[in-house]
């Protein structure tokens, strides 16, 4: 109804109206109810639940904080602080929860309220720093209230008197404010600094003394005013230092020690104001006997010269270097010393970054001059104890900066150049090289050599006289660092002059061919290498040619070994020269060229030859893959190059077999497979496929067109039949080289025909070699092969040429070959054929014929490939295959034992320990609890491979899975000595690996089981009388008198005492050929022919180096009782022992020995002293 202009409600309208406001009155009344019988429950009857619900309400407007605060009105005035503590815990926790929802008056009105509760009951306090907090975080919060509320936690509370957590809100708030009111509280000046000291002060807890440090730090980072306070601040944070925080066993917190050291020097050298106080401190540690306090001074020091200058180190240099000389000249830790060394260099590049005036002091060279005038004079005692800590003070000092190098070498030099000529001796000329090989290290350090300043171009013809007098000198380790020297030296552009560089080249040549001492020889190939990409021209034009011509002089008068070494060293100086594009140009042609002369023979010589030329050409390969120009010209020097000779060869075989038959060998076409590989796998794509497009068709269809002197006699058909064509087959193994090392995304031309190709040579081939590398080859390919269905039904030929080929005929094995390297292919790029193909490979292990075969298949599944399917040949290798092929086979392997016969159980077993020694330790030590008894079990498998296998699976796991392990102690003791006298020398030696590997478990685990056999994991040997081996100065150690003195005493007499020896793991000093015993055991040793039993103890026997260890320091193990002597035996003869060997005791159901005659030699066993139980071995 319209009205005058007017639209007036209807009568409807007006009800609808009036009854939703009703609604909505009975809403928000009924909301406030439940927020009070919320509010209720929470404080009287201790509902905790309740503040999310009341945290909920607030978010989604169900009710406001003013709601909240009038419904807490009846516990926030209750004169119980218990009551009032609850209503606020209530209230801070929904701030926590609802801080980003509160508008700028609410803020404005909970923070004056909070202020005003912390001067409540001390009960209420904690609730009310945490509602603070929450306040803290708010991003409305008006300006000024961030002050107002640290003014009053510093007026009313005395923090260090709260609680840990309580503490902890406090840094929380203070954190929060400087990082979102930072100007504001700058505006306190030195009063919020004054404050956050009286907050901090006291502190003990490590969890809130690194959030305190970390403050602190943000104080003096972002120059807050510390005002007069400086000193106050440094001494309520240093009286922590040094650290001594041993953190609690199992703390969850996981904070550690170096936690807070990091922590605490973060904040002692982060401002040079704390100088005055600190350097005094940390001079006083430095003199402190407790290690721990001096390297943490020494690292405070160093962390403190980065920022300090020259003004704040005046006062305390003397000092400091009191301090810092002493410890190196008399500290034997060698962390000391190093961290001094540390911290004196740290102090002269300090100063050296002063900036000086006119009227300033040096404060460097008064530094360096003090270090010069304490340490020079020592280095004119190459025999003293001083003189290499001196160098190596001088040399810290030194390597600071330029200008201190040139202060300290000025000095130095030249007095080294002196006493190497005073000193005649090597020895004493080696320590005075190596100390000036320091030297010109440091100068090696700044890049290159100043003419105007460097002191050391000025002495550039006696530097160069010593270094090259070094090199003629007979000593070989005096001769190693002047080769180290000289190296250097040549590092230094502008140092050598082209004569020097002639004759610099024309010593390593010597040193690299004729020097008798390998150590030499490799050190000057060595030095060659890294050179020659210096000089280039140099080395290309002096050094090869030289190698050239030895390579191809044959002189008479030189014994065919001797003529066979040189030619080694010459192509080991080839290979080790060839660091650049332009001597690699130079090398490749000497080494193909001396290829193509050597294998022409046909003996073992020439195999040799060949071998060795390859092995060259292979590291000059490796050296060209960093540079894609040297990479290029390789492969195209020497790929087609090989191959040729390979091609001829093969077809001179048929017509003239005395040719080139060295060629064909397998060890030298194994030899040649890593040179085409290393020369293929870094080209690039585009590279890459011009190459293919000549390999490919040369092997497919003979074109060898591309090849160097092509004129060859036949055509060349390594797929075609016949008998004439085996050597041509086997050359498949060039073409594995280079197809399997091609990028994935090369695509290979006729790629389909070469795989059906290589599927009939693997499974038709009766020679092994041949047969294996086309399998190789095939499953490189397929590895690699994009999915689809040219790769389904390439797969699905293999397997039905695999499944005949293993059921029956003459060719299983080679089926067996061809099915391990496809299954390998696939199951490293987690194919779904590889689970049938396993499948099939896990029930090959029930045949008599193929089961020993296949279960050692398990190991090649598992095992990194040399030459295919790896990553370095761009091989597709998933991510933790070895995980995943565990877990879904070791099932299937585990159940297949159970249910197999005892004949090839053993393959079970052999199977299971490849796939385990493979397996990463931390996947087998979750498992080994289920898997342990098969391996314990496997140990006593005759199969040597599975002995060795198992062992080697072992070894590590005694170290890591020490709990699980001593719970099979006894069984692994018993196995390992067995095994540990083995045929096979391979299963000896990891068997007492695996025996020494049990002294790293608990005493008491060890000693009862392992108390009889001790002696024999001491005594190094193969078994026998005397293990060890004497001469006419120190006699051989007995093994059995050792035994013998076992067997005269009851297990529980000798767990008292041997287990002393058993669990020790130090072994005797290797400097010395001869070392006293002294583990305090009672022993009968042969001495010059003559018995003799002394206490170790005394130091007075002499034996053999590693022939047992001594025992740990401290230990006093009982010595064997005295009534084991007849009392009619003269004290130089041993007991009463008869020369009979050891046989089975029935009293203890052991091996023990027969009772037998007085001895008539001096190594033989004997009976126990009469009454004495035999023991149980």
């Known amino acids: 109804m319209r009205t005058g202009g007017c ?33 209720r429950d929470f404080v009287t009857g201790q509902q905790d639940g309740r503040a999310a619900e009341v945290a909920a309400g607030l978010k989604d407007g169900s009710w406001t904080v003013l709601q909240l605060v009038e419904a807490l009105g009846f516990c926030l005035e209750n004169t119980d602080p218990r009551v009032r503590g609850r209503g606020m815990q209530l209230l801070s926790q929904v701030l926590l929860e609802c801080y980003s929802v509160l508008q700028e008056k609410e803020v404005l009105h909970l923070v004056l309220f909070y202020e005003n509760r912390l001067q409540d009951h001390h009960l209420v306090i904690p609730s009310v720093l945490q509602g603070l907090r929450a306040l803290s975080m708010c991003e409305v919060l008006s300006p000024g209230l961030a002050v107002s509320v640290l003014k009053a936690i510093f007026q009313e509370v005395h923090v260090q008197s709260l609680l840990q957590l309580d503490r902890h809100t406090v840094y929380s708030i203070i954190t929060n404010f400087m990082g979102t009111r930072e100007e504001e509280l700058k505006g306190l000046g030195a009063d919020f600094t004054f404050g956050f000291i009286q907050v901090m002060d006291g502190e003990k807890d490590p969890r809130n003394l690194l959030v305190a440090f970390q403050i602190v730090r943000d104080l003096i980072a972002k120059n807050y005013a510390l005002g007069p306070f400086v000193e106050e601040l440094f001494e309520v944070t240093s009286c922590y230092f040094p ?183 090597s020895s004493q ?280 002197q092509n004129s060859f006699p036949c055509s060349f ?99 067996l070959t061809l099915l391990l390297w496809v299954t390998k292919a696939l199951v490293l790029r987690y194919h779904p054929l590889s689970s049938h193909l396993t499948d099939k490979l896990l029930g090959l292990l029930s045949d008599t014929e193929l089961g020993p075969a296949a279960a050692d298949g398990f190991s090649l599944l598992m095992a990194e490939s040399p030459d295919v399917l790896h990553k370095g040949c761009h091989a597709d290798v998933r991510i933790m295959f070895r995980q995943r ?51 314990l079990e496997a140990l006593s498998c005759s199969d040597r491979v599975v002995q060795l296998s198992t062992l080697s699976c072992l070894q590590p796991l005694l170290l890591e899975a020490p709990q699980i392990m001593s719970l099979h102690v006894d069984t692994l003791v018993t196995k390992f000595l067995s095994l540990a006298s083995s045929p096979t020398m391979a299963v000896r030696i990891a068997a007492l690996r695996c025996a020494n590997a049990l002294t790293s478990l608990p005493t008491i685990v060890v000693s009862a089981a392992a108390a009889a056999w001790c002696l024999l994991l001491h005594v190094e040997g193969q078994g026998g009388a005397s293990l060890c081996p004497g001469d006419s100065q120190h006699p051989a150690l007995s093994l059995r008198a050792l035994f013998a003195y076992s067997c005269s005493h009851t297990k529980l007499e000798l767990s008292g005492h041997w287990p002393s020896l058993w669990m020790t793991r130090r072994g005797w000093c290797g400097r010395k050929r001869w070392q006293h015993g002294g583990n305090g055991e009672c022993m009968w040793l042969q001495l010059l022919g003559h018995w003799r039993v002394c206490d170790l103890a005394d130091g007075t026997i002499s034996v053999p180096v590693g022939s047992f260890w001594a025992a740990q320091a401290g230990e006093c193990p009982a010595s064997p009782p005295d009534a084991d002597r007849r009392s009619d035996q003269p004290p130089d003869t041993p007991p009463y022992y008869g020369p009979s060997e050891p046989s089975y005791c029935p009293v203890c159901q052991g091996w023990s020995l027969e009772a037998g005659r007085q001895h008539a030699q001096c190594d033989t066993f004997s009976a126990p002293p009469a009454g004495r139980e035999l023991c149980h071995l």
């Open 243 to 425: 650290i001594d925080f041993t953190p609690p066993p199992n703390d969850p917190h996981g904070i550690q020690r170096e936690d807070l050291i990091l922590s605490l020097r973060a904040v002692l050298a982060s401002t040079p104001q704390f100088a005055e106080f600190l350097l005094p401190l940390l001079i006083e540690k430095m003199d402190s006997d407790l290690q721990s306090a001096k390297l943490d001074a020494l690292q405070t020091l160093t962390a403190c010269c980065a920022i300090y200058g020259q003004k704040e180190l005046q006062e305390f240099l003397p000092s400091l270097w009191s301090s810092l000389r002493r410890e190196v000249f008399q500290t034997a830790s060698e962390k000391v010393e190093a961290e001094s060394l540390a911290a004196l260099h740290a102090l002269s590049a300090c100063l050296s970054r002063s900036v000086l005036s006119s009227d300033t002091e040096d404060l460097l060279d008064s530094f360096l001059s003090s270090i010069l005038q304490d340490c020079r004079h020592h280095l004119c005692e190459p025999d003293m104890k001083l003189v290499w800590p001196s160098a190596k003070i001088l040399q810290a000092a030194a390597g600071a900066s330029l200008r201190a190098c040139h202060h300290i070498t000025r000095s130095v030099l030249p007095l080294l150049l002196e006493q190497y000529t005073k000193h005649p001796q």
């Open 885 to 935: 092929f565990f877990t879904d086979n070791v099932p299937k392997l585990v159940q297949g034992f159970h249910g197999a016969g005892p004949d090839v159980k053993a393959n079970y077993l052999k199977g299971l320990s490849h796939v385990l020694n493979h397996l990463p330790k931390p996947v087998l030590v979750t498992e080994l609890p289920t898997l342990l008894s098969l391996l």
């Open 717 to 815: 058909q390594p797929f075609q039949d016949g008998e004439c064509l085996e050597a041509q087959r086997r050359l498949v193994a060039l073409l594995m080289a280079f197809v399997c090392s091609l990028p994935r995304n090369v695509a290979i031309p006729q790629q389909e025909w070469l795989l059906r190709e290589l599927l009939a040579l693997s499974c038709s081939c009766n020679c092994p070699f041949t047969a294996t590398t086309a399998a190789k080859c095939f499953a490189g390919l397929v590895n690699k092969h994009p999915a689809g269905q040219q790769l389904d039904e390439i797969l699905q030929l293999a397997v039905n040429r695999i499944e005949p080929g293993l059921a029956e005929g003459l060719h299983r094995t080679q089926a």
């Open 429 to 708: 000329r080696r320590t005075i090289l190596e100390m000036l090989l320091g030297f010109l290290e440091l100068q090696q350090k700044w890049g290159h050599v100043e003419e105007e300043e460097s002191t050391l171009l000025s002495l550039q013809a006696p530097v160069c006289s010593v270094v090259f007098s070094a090199l003629t000198d007979p000593s070989v380790q005096l001769q190693l660092v002047g080769i180290r020297a000289l190296t250097v030296l040549g590092s230094l552009r502008g140092f050598l002059s082209p004569s020097d560089l002639e004759l610099v080249v024309d010593h390593l040549i010597r040193l690299a061919l004729c020097e008798e001492d390998s150590q030499s020889s490799e050190a000057a190939m060595e030095a060659a290498g890294s050179l020659a990409p210096i000089y280039p021209k140099v080395f290309s034009g002096r050094m090869v040619p030289r190698l050239e011509e030895e390579l191809q002089s044959e002189q008479e008068e030189e014994s065919s070994c001797d003529r066979c070494s040189l030619r080694q060293r010459c192509l080991q100086a080839l290979a080790a020269v060839s660091t650049h594009t332009s001597i690699v140009r130079e090398t490749v042609p000497v080494l193909l060229q001396h290829l193509r002369k050597v294998q022409k023979g046909s003996d073992a010589g020439s195999a040799q030859d060949i071998i060795s030329v390859c092995q060259s050409l292979h590291r000059v390969a490796l050296r060209c893959q960093q540079d894609a120009e040297s990479c290029w010209y390789y492969h195209q020097a020497v790929v087609p190059c090989l191959l040729a000779m390979a091609v001829q060869a093969a077809m001179q075989e048929s017509t003239h077999p005395p040719l080139g038959k060295a060629l064909l060998q397998e060890e030298v076409l194994a030899a040649m497979v890593p040179v085409i590989s290393a020369a293929t796998t870094h080209l690039s794509p585009e590279l890459a496929a011009q190459s293919v497009s000549h390999v490919v068709p040369l092997f497919l269809n003979g074109e060898v067109s591309f090849l160097p």
């Open 7 to 39: 639209r007036w409600p209807l009568p409807e309208a007006r009800g609808v109206m009036a009854a939703a406001r009703a609604e909505a009155e009975a809403e928000a009344q009924a909301a406030v109810t439940a927020l009070a019988v919320s509010v």
